[in-house]
């Protein structure tokens, strides 16, 4: 504890004592292992994406931070304190409920949402050294796995295509380059267009927590926005409505005879 400039006992406060001890029980409670940012970020309970904390201890999601939200229960049933804001990037103890700001945390806000700059990028195909997840395995960037949830092995194979097309992943590496974009008011397709960025700045990440990356969310926008005629939970060729008509006139032809 540092020495106080106007006298020494005020440092031992009882509420600045009680501060210094919960931060430095929750640092040591933070579990990287379990953190997962490749899935929709919905709150685990009320599945709402609005307002919503990482724990840091368990990785789970949940929604707001005051007395009655599902995080603030979480952090007192639980006993879990540190909980991160998936859209201002700002840490918390629950339920105490004050702000977090430590370097040794940064690590986390990278791994959410990754940043690169010009002088990396260029570097992007010269490089050949090897990164170490949290984990200890050792990954080349842009060469990870991307999981294979149930049926979707075809679009990973053109999603790990797509990020390795240098002009293509260089444009979506820099998020600055389309998050200004100006578009038609309603316009859904924008979400796409960030999902791509997002997962591209996953696959070139040389600090991730593991080796394999999750296209979930990329995923899952593709299916809201082909109207779902593209799947994850099965595989194929894309089906005009003609096709799905032409199958089920044949499947009744059959059952009729």
């Known amino acids: 504890l540092k020495k106080c400039l106007l006298c020494f006992e005020c440092v031992f406060n009882s509420e600045f004592t009680a501060k210094y001890i919960i931060s430095t029980k929750t640092f040591s409670s933070v579990c990287r292992s379990l953190l997962d940012f490749d899935f929709e970020k919905l709150c685990c309970i009320s599945l709402s994406n609005l307002n919503v904390y990482a724990c840091l201890v368990c990785g ?70 090897l990164s170490r997840a949290y ?8 060469i990870v796995g991307l999981n294979n949830i149930k049926a979707n092995d075809y679009c990973n194979v053109v999603l790990q295509a797509l990020s390795h097309v240098a002009p293509l992943r260089n444009y979506f590496l820099r998020e600055e380059n ?25 696959l070139w990440n040389p600090r991730n927590f593991k080796a394999h990356v999750s296209p979930h969310e990329m995923l899952q926008a593709v299916v809201l926005l082909s109207k779902k005629r593209f799947q994850i939970t099965e595989q194929g060729l894309y089906q005009s409505k003609e096709d799905e008509q032409k199958k089920l006139m044949e499947s009744e032809e059959f059952k009729g005879q």
């Open 60 to 129: 789970k999601y949940f929604q707001g931070r005051g007395m009655k939200s599902h995080a603030y229960t979480h952090s007192v049933q639980d006993s879990h304190h540190v909980f991160l804001n998936l859209d201002s990037k700002r840490f918390y103890c629950l339920p105490d409920n004050y702000q977090i700001i430590d370097q040794s945390l940064e690590d986390i806000v990278y791994v959410l949402n990754p940043a690169f700059v010009s002088e990396h990028i260029g570097n992007l195909d010269k490089s050949t050294k």
């Open 178 to 202: 389309y998050r200004n974009i100006k578009r038609p008011p309603g316009d859904q397709m924008f979400l796409l267009v960030q999902r791509f960025g997002e997962l591209l700045r996953k």
């Open 135 to 142: 984990d200890g395995t050792t990954y080349l960037p842009g």
